[in-house]
Nanobody, 127 residues
Framework: QVQLVESGGGLVQAGGSLRLSCAAS????????MGWFRQAPGKERELVAA????????YYADSVKGRFTISRDNAKNTVYLQMNSLKPEDTAVYFC????????????????????WGQGTQVTVSS
């Protein structure tokens, strides 16, 4: 069982920045591919960014490329999402997720491949 706890969400003006963190339980964090998803009211959950187990491979949704950066610190069992130049359309609940079966260099992009999810953190961007 893997527990994921997100933090760092909040209210920010358009153009501002936030850094989300996701802390994972257990001692095998380096075996998990990680992803950040978001879900806005009335919309489906979508992948924002993903990172491989060793951090060497990343994936970004087109809507966030050049603005968001995913990273991980395996020594701290934590994955981060640095969000810059935020827009009102980035408003959503952000979730981190773990895939325990991914290959070492695989950034996992399919929602259904993720095995564990955090409870989410709200990000609100005002115009």
């Amino acid at each position: 069982q893997v527990q994921l706890v997100e933090s760092g969400g909040g209210l920010v003006q358009a153009g501002g920045s936030l850094r989300l963190s996701c802390a994972a339980s257990g001692r095998t964090f380096s075996r998990y591919a990680m992803g950040w998803f978001r879900q806005a009211p009335g919309k489906e959950r979508e992948l924002v960014a993903a990172i491989s187990r060793n951090g060497g491979s990343t994936y970004y949704a087109d809507s966030v490329k050049g603005r968001f950066t995913i990273s991980r610190d395996n020594a701290k069992n934590t994955v981060y999402l640095q969000m810059n130049s935020l827009k009102p359309e980035d408003t959503a609940v952000y979730f981190c997720a773990a895939d325990v079966a991914a290959l070492l260099i695989q950034a996992v992009v399919r929602l259904r491949e993720y095995d564990y999810w955090g409870q989410g953190t709200q990000v609100t961007v005002s115009s």
